[in-house]
């Protein structure tokens, strides 16, 4: 069956080599979506082992409809019953992108009545919807439909260990992304000087310590009666055996306001990765380091909710001065900040538009001069 891997914007290039390396399949990113073939043990896997991916659907079908008798004939023809039973709740979300058909509404309304009769038919019995909530997304672009359904249930930045969130934190997945953006690897030293909820420490652990990021939550795969996901004990059994704890891993979180300290070690603790990083309360401008080499990653306040502007201004240049002093680190900072390089005191080698949420932001890559090698 067709497999979609929703990404998070601009993060598409992230999730497709992370997706290469998980099946061996390449896919073309388009729209944010990757398409893949595989059965529901790829589902499983996927849903299971991607750190950049948000969310990964079962591809039902795609067609043209400029019209709703268009859009009820072509769902009709889908075959819902390999993948629907007879008590499946069934909720329809919609998204519309420059298109005739432009009721969002409508569209999802008329698309359920279109899925309940062909189950209707099927199963030659009324639906009752008394079971599991199955969620079907109609996405269409430029009167092009496509149907899927969910099998992740919410969306996989939510790995199960941040229950509750610090101020401003960014989603698990981006922050995956960003790590894999940089030069990080486990065996290099990682430093988030504005931690918060320390999401880029815990994430940074659980890549050192090959700890699944699902296998602390649930998926509505799971719940699918048609079927059989009884290989998935077995997929869990070995991602946990799967886990390493290295004792060279060096990964440091640190904040100036103490509650979110707490927090991050708590969500740390959950994580299962209290062994491989640590937290401390300090202000940016306390950091040093005696290291040669190393690496920041980072998502420091921007000044809209958290702090106000002179403030930003003052941590930013402070930000930058205490990087100046390290000897060959190299430093990556998501920011919406416009003017985050003059503050910072240097010009980025490069910079990526990335949102987090709703925020456009800029990642800012400054490179520092790789090891040397032995
Ligand atoms: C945008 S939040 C980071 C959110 C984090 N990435 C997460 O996922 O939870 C910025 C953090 O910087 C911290 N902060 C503000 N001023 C600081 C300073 N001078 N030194 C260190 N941390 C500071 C705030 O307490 C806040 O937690």
């Not at 929703?6 to 399949?25: D, F, I, Q």
């Not at 503050?343 to 400054?366: H, P, Q, S, V």
Request: a positive charge; glycine letters at 6%; charged letters at 25%.
């Amino acid at each position: 069956m067709k497999i979609t891997v929703s990404a998070p914007s601009g993060l598409e290039g992230v999730v497709k080599r992370e997706l290469y390396s998980l099946t061996g399949l390449s896919s073309q990113a388009i729209n944010g979506k990757l398409d893949l073939e595989g059965d529901i043990k790829t589902v499983a896997k996927l849903n299971l082992h991607m750190r950049t991916a948000s969310r990964v659907y079962i591809n039902l079908g795609s067609f043209k409809a400029c019209d709703f008798d268009a859009l009820y004939d072509n769902i009709s023809k889908i075959d819902f019953e390999n993948y629907l039973d007879k008590s499946s709740k069934i909720t329809v979300l919609s998204s519309i992108f420059e298109s005739r058909l432009n009721s969002l509404q409508a569209v999802s309304s008329v698309s359920k009545k279109a899925i309940c009769s062909r189950l209707e038919k099927a199963y030659n019995s009324k639906i009752n919807e008394t079971g599991f909530e199955h969620k079907i997304k109609i996405s269409i672009r430029h009167d092009y439909v496509t149907v899927y359904l969910n099998t992740s249930g919410e969306s996989l930045h939510k790995r199960g260990y941040r229950a509750v969130s610090g101020e401003a934190p960014i989603k698990e997945n981006v922050a995956s992304c960003l790590l894999y953006l940089s030069v990080w690897n486990k065996s290099k030293i990682l430093v988030d000087p504005f931690c918060g909820s320390g999401t880029f420490v815990i994430e940074a652990g659980m890549i050192a310590k090959n700890i699944a990021p699902g296998l602390y939550r649930d998926f509505d795969f799971l719940h699918f009666e048609k079927f059989d996901t009884s290989f998935y004990k077995d997929m869990i059994d070995d991602a946990r055996s799967q886990i390493v704890t290295p004792s060279d891993i060096k990964i440091f979180g640190y904040d100036i306001e103490p509650s979110q300290v707490r927090l991050a070690i708590s969500n740390a603790k959950k994580a299962g990765v209290l062994d491989a990083v640590s937290f401390a309360v300090q202000d940016v401008r306390d950091f040093s380091s005696s290291d040669s080499y190393g690496v920041i990653v980072t998502n420091p306040p921007y000044g809209e909710r958290l702090l106000k502007r002179s403030e930003i201004v003052s941590i930013y240049r402070d930000f930058g001065k205490v990087y100046k002093a390290l000897d060959n680190w190299s430093v990556f900072t998501i920011t919406p900040v416009s003017d985050y390089e003059r503050l910072f005191g240097k010009k980025a080698d490069k910079k990526r538009k990335i949102y987090n949420g709703k925020l456009e932001c800029n990642y800012y890559f400054m490179y520092g001069k790789p090891p040397i090698k032995k």
